[in-house]
């Protein structure tokens, strides 16, 4: 999911080098702004960059290092520094290097402390609260994909504060309608690929994460409905929080209170340029249901879907974007799938992939992204579809 918003923000100017679960190396001629780039993504930890894009030894990734952190050290201050692993780096051989570049360090009369965790990488939180983003600090990447390896020095660290604040710290939360995180919020958003003068709608609103992620995005119009009052309330109470909160002065909604079969009612027909939305995704399950249960679960929330899809297309655009999460089940080894892909295409609305085909393998075999947490048994499949 982070790899397919990365593709969808820098565009077909970055090429993807090399991917794997925890990092990935971008290719790009762009000149970025990397803390805005941070600001704007919600699946990326760090940014950083490698020194090379061709493969270094051990040695000479030893030797980079000391270079970088003896400029750090010019006019003789203390330098803070901490080796960050990514690609399956065991923890006491980043010690090992660590603690020889601090000997290094100390042959050239450079003073320095070497900031440890207790995982190969530095977290965000580790980076900031030891100041490794100052003039005098350096988080040192230690890439390693095969037989290949790379050094790279990390350049911003998600605001995982902000988030957190954006999460717990808003004045309207219901758990029934707001579990949505902001990251994956965010995420869906930038998936949208949509500019920031075009208008949003979520109909299925809760407590406005998906409208206020998109706020803090620079997006100023738009629209959110629930057929829950408080629902509603509390998308409005977040948004007017939000704008203070971050002088944001700038945003146009209108939320309201709505049946998504009636969202024509409200929004003109062909007005919206993107929806963005989480619906309901059935009743919390436990583990022990049937498969009898499960395929009830399943039609009753297929009738919901397919009622939205209609609703959809009246609204949208033609050429319109919808990304939204469908529901899958897990139970045992089986997974179930909402079968809906055939009626959001009679209806006009056409999965596209989020990612390019050099990387479709990492798409499902409905070309969409799927998201599911160890235990969990209901999953999130993230879809991209576009109005005809």
Known sequence: MSLAEIVSVLGPNAQVENYSPEFCLINTSQKLDVDFLMAELG????????????????????????????????????????????????????????????????????????????????????????????????????????????????????????????DFGRPGHDAYSGMLPPKLAKMMVNLAGLKKNKTLLDPFCGSGTILTEAAVMGYGELLGSDVSPKAVEDTKKNLEWLKKKYLISNIKYQIKTLDV?????DFSSNSVDAIITEPWLGPPLRGGESTIQIKKNMADLEEVYVSAFKSFVKVLRPGGTVVMVWPFFVLGTQKYFLPIVSSAKTLGLSIVPTLPPQLSKLLSDRQTLTYLRPLQHVGREIVKLIKK
Do not use: C, H
């Open 261 to 265: 079969k009636d969202l024509s009612k």
């Open 43 to 166: 699946g990326v930890i760090k940014i950083g960059m490698v020194d090379d894009t061709d493969s270094v030894g051990i040695a000479r990734i030893e030797e980079m290092a000391l270079a970088k952190l003896k400029v750090k050290a010019q006019g003789g201050q203390k330098v803070f520094f901490g080796l960050s692993g990514y690609g399956g780096w065991a923890k006491p051989k980043l010690q090992q290097l660590g603690l020889r570049i601090k000997g290094d360090l100390a042959k050239e009369e450079i003073s320095s402390r070497l900031v440890v965790s207790q995982t190969p990488a530095l977290s965000a939180v580790v980076i900031k609260t030891n100041k490794l983003l100052s003039t005098r600090g350096l988080d040192l990447l230690l890439l390693k994909s095969g037989d290949k390896l790379w050094l790279g020095e990390t350049l911003a660290v998600q605001p995982f504060d902000q988030f957190s604040e954006r």
